[in-house]
């Protein structure tokens, strides 16, 4: 048994917004995570050296020292895995936190689920003896808030392709065909043809493979119907 093995692993949660920090405490203590919450930037090299955790969620705009400085600092001692959360959308930012040893990053707002998912990811890659750790899915699909995400990338889809995608994406490997689809897409009865759902496949088939080229989502069985060929959906 490893270190690792025998006690709950340390996350460091560098917030300012209380809120959300301690939402995160909540979520990851619930998750067997034990947490350390700092609210500035300053404090964050001497708790470090000191108490080194499993994983740092660092937001990018703190007090005392902003999370893009501290990052490229702490890569100067430590390997430690670190996640950049930001509400910073725009490109050049998300490459930035990246390239000075990012190992990923989270555009606010986002689901603490979705959070404690990609925590688990990351630490399962960086710990190997984790292996029972739950592998979370690179699909994530909140059904509340109406969203879907793969590997973090937000996907911007219509209402219908929003339910095929959780319909396909549920049953991996399962063939359904065009009728079984219609009949879960509109159940107010509206006179639709198969020429619809070959649509909303093909629109979301190219919305999925704009994110990556090298994961085959939705194959179409002839004469059949259609199946989902990636890993499943994780409803959050």
């Not at 203590?29 to 964050?44: I, P, Y």
């Not at 001692?77 to 996640?83: G, L, N």
């Not at 710990?127 to 699909?141: D, F, N, Q, T, W």
Request: proline share 7%; hydrophobic share 40%.
């Amino acid at each position: 048994m490893t270190e690792h093995d025998a006690q709950p692993l340390t996350i460091l949660i560098v917030e300012d917004e209380p809120k959300l920090g301690q939402l995160l405490v909540d979520y990851l203590q619930a998750a067997d995570f034990h947490t350390h919450w700092l609210t500035r930037g300053d404090k964050v090299v001497d708790y470090l050296h000191q108490s080194p955790p499993a994983l740092i969620l660092l937001d990018l705009m703190l007090p005392g020292r902003d999370g893009l400085s501290l990052c490229r600092d702490i890569r100067h001692f430590s390997d430690v895995p670190i996640v950049m959360m930001t509400a910073k959308t725009e490109e050049i930012d998300r490459l930035l936190g990246l390239e000075i040893g990012a190992d990923d990053y989270i555009c606010k707002p986002y689901s603490p689920r979705e959070v404690v998912a990609r925590v688990k990811a990351i630490i399962r890659r960086s710990y190997r003896p984790l292996a029972a750790l739950p592998v979370p899915s690179p699909l994530l699909i909140d059904e509340n808030r109406f969203k879907a995400s793969y590997r973090a990338m937000p996907l911007d889809l219509t209402p219908a392709e929003f339910r095929l995608l959780k319909i396909l994406a549920s049953e991996p490997g399962k063939v359904f065909s065009r009728e079984t689809l219609l009949n879960q897409l509109y159940d107010d009865y509206r006179v639709v043809t198969d020429r619809t759902i070959d649509s909303h496949i093909k629109n979301l088939r190219r919305k999925l493979e704009s994110l990556t080229e090298d994961v085959p989502f939705i194959r179409a069985v002839y004469g059949m119907g259609y199946r989902w060929e990636a890993e499943p959906c994780e409803l959050i």
